[in-house]
């Protein structure tokens, strides 16, 4: 038996889950036209769920999400993979801790990957969701595995589910492709706050001990257990 055929049920529920997780991504403001994309870890296969290339969010369903291996190629689908799938499958082979990768090009967090700068940590929220700045990966090309290989050097040495890549747009992930996306509409509202903020002067920083118990007490304590 495939791995696909061992693992159909759990890739028709990420189906369902990832092809509606991508209403977050226009709804947030996070996209336009057909830019970014959403993708899920099969969870015991060397498989992932992600967004086909080139097609409209109103016009994606479950049964057009795009399975492919961890090396990028198509085990199951009729349509081609976004053209992010090698790059997010380097992710997941080399962080394997990872469930769900996101890429955006939200506007704000553009505009400071555009000038290769990390997004200081000068806010409650971003000590929370990020434990730290949001890093600065470095440039790389489109359409093989380089972003990815820039996304897991920038993020194995970060707490932050979120990275800039500079000149291009903002990867993140998470434990599922849930969290991720919530990284995604996260990092923006940081952006954005962060970039009105130095409009009015210099931001006041967060002493790192604080950023710390912050951090601690949002992933550990926050919400309901």
Same mark, same amino acid.
């Given at each position: 038996m495939?791995?696909? =055929? %061992?693992?159909?049920?759990?890739i ?17 403001g996070l ?19 992600? *967004? ?6 109103? &016009?994606?369903?479950? &049964? ?12 199951e ?8 799938t &090698? ?6 082979? %080399?962080? !394997?801790? /990872?469930?769900? /990768? ?13 000038r290769?700068?990390?997004? !200081? ?7 929370? #969701? ?6 600065v990966?470095?440039?790389?090309? $489109? ?7 820039? $996304?897991? #050097?920038?993020?194995? +040495?970060?707490?932050? !589910? =979120? ?5 291009? +747009?903002?990867?993140?992930? +998470?434990?599922?492709a *849930?969290?991720?996306? *919530?990284?995604?509409v996260?990092? #923006?509202? /940081? ?10 002067? %210099?931001? $006041?920083?967060? &002493?790192?001990?604080? $950023? ?9 304590v926050? +919400?309901?257990?």
């Amino acid at each position: 038996m495939s791995a696909v =055929a %061992e693992a159909a049920a759990t890739i028709s529920q990420l189906r369902v889950q990832v092809s509606r997780l991508h209403a977050h991504l226009p709804a947030y403001g996070l996209v336009v036209w057909t830019a970014g994309n959403v993708s899920a870890r099969v969870p015991g296969h060397d498989l992932m769920v992600i *967004k086909p290339s080139g097609v409209a969010y109103d &016009e994606l369903t479950p &049964e057009n999400m795009v399975v492919c291996d961890l090396h990028g190629q198509v085990v199951e689908g009729e349509h081609a993979p976004s053209s992010d799938t &090698e790059a997010q499958a380097y992710v997941y082979r %080399e962080l !394997p801790d /990872v469930g769900g /990768v996101v890429h955006t090009h939200s506007p704000y967090a553009v505009a400071w990957a555009a000038r290769g700068e990390a997004i !200081p940590c000068v806010t409650t929220m971003c000590a929370d #969701e990020f434990g730290g700045p949001i890093p600065v990966g470095p440039f790389a090309v $489109i359409g093989d595995d380089s972003i990815g290989r820039g $996304i897991v #050097e920038t993020l194995r +040495g970060s707490r932050s !589910p =979120a990275v800039l890549m500079q000149n291009h +747009g903002v990867f993140t992930v +998470g434990p599922d492709a *849930k969290s991720a996306v *919530k990284a995604a509409v996260m990092c #923006e509202d /940081v952006a954005r706050s962060v970039h009105l903020a130095r409009q009015l002067g %210099e931001p $006041i920083p967060i &002493e790192q001990s604080a $950023i710390d118990h912050l951090y601690d007490r949002y992933q550990n304590v926050y +919400g309901q257990r």
